[in-house]
């Protein structure tokens, strides 16, 4: 047990629409990143946020948006939805801003199709 | 660039055998860290270690060891009298000077009966 739940586990979608999904770290957690894998492949970075505030990104374009919120809950909004999205989207989060320090746990992902 | 190489896709080995998975990496930071993950079929990834440039040491936990050579920059990881539960894919990950991981894309480990 990792602490950090995401939902919804399985999403199907199609291409153009709009998707958002969410993920909810452990308490003390400032730091959340997001990270999307697809089939067969390791995990990419998309995006890093710290207490609220987006403070990296990953070779990603603007239609990958995100929130952080001060409960320790996040979301990862994707607009206009491409075939090639379809991944298993992950959520990590930890206590600070830096990785080496600590551990970054993660959840078991989001599995999104786009048809 | 910041590149992780992980050649093996797919590894199987029978029970209690040795099995190594090899990672090489690239960076152009002279600190920088290097950790092993795990994901098993439920999909979260699993952190196994972390590991510093600056500490060369080899390192073991039960089964598993690490093997890190800065004068190679391989960063290999041994699990000792593989068991069916180890079957998982494997990540190796560099730290980035941005605090990113750069992961490599995996090595496939199964361990039949």
């Known amino acids: 047990e990792t602490g950090v739940t995401q939902s919804p586990t399985h999403l199907i979608k199609t291409r153009g629409q709009q998707v958002t999904l969410r993920c909810s770290s452990q308490s003390g957690h400032n730091t959340v990143s997001w990270y999307q894998q697809a089939l067969g492949q390791g995990p990419q970075f998309i995006f890093q946020y710290y207490r609220e505030e987006e403070n990296g990104r990953g070779n990603f374009p603007p239609r990958f948006s995100g929130l952080q919120f001060p409960n320790y809950s996040s979301e990862l909004n994707v607009n206009a939805l491409e075939l090639d999205d379809s991944a298993l989207y992950l959520c990590?989060?930890?206590?600070?801003?830096?990785?080496?320090?600590?551990?970054?746990?993660f959840g078991s992902g989001t599995q999104l199709s786009v048809l | 660039a910041q590149k992780v190489t992980q050649a093996q896709t797919e590894i199987s080995v029978v029970e209690k055998e040795d099995v190594t998975l090899d990672c090489v990496y690239e960076?152009?930071?002279?600190?920088?860290?290097l950790f092993w993950y795990k994901q098993p079929p439920s999909g979260e990834l699993v952190f196994l270690i972390r590991?510093?440039?600056?500490?060369?040491q080899n390192e073991i936990s039960g089964r598993y060891s690490w093997n890190f050579q800065k004068s190679t920059s391989s960063f290999n990881f041994t699990i000792t009298a593989s068991q069916v539960v180890d079957s998982a894919v494997y990540f190796c990950a560099l730290l980035d000077s941005s605090y990113k991981l750069i992961f490599g894309s995996g090595t496939r480990l199964l361990v039949r009966p």
């Open positions: 960076t152009r930071d002279t600190t920088y860290y």
């Open positions: 990590a989060s930890s206590y600070g801003t830096a990785a080496a320090n600590e551990k970054l746990f």
């Open positions: 590991r510093n440039s600056f500490d060369e």
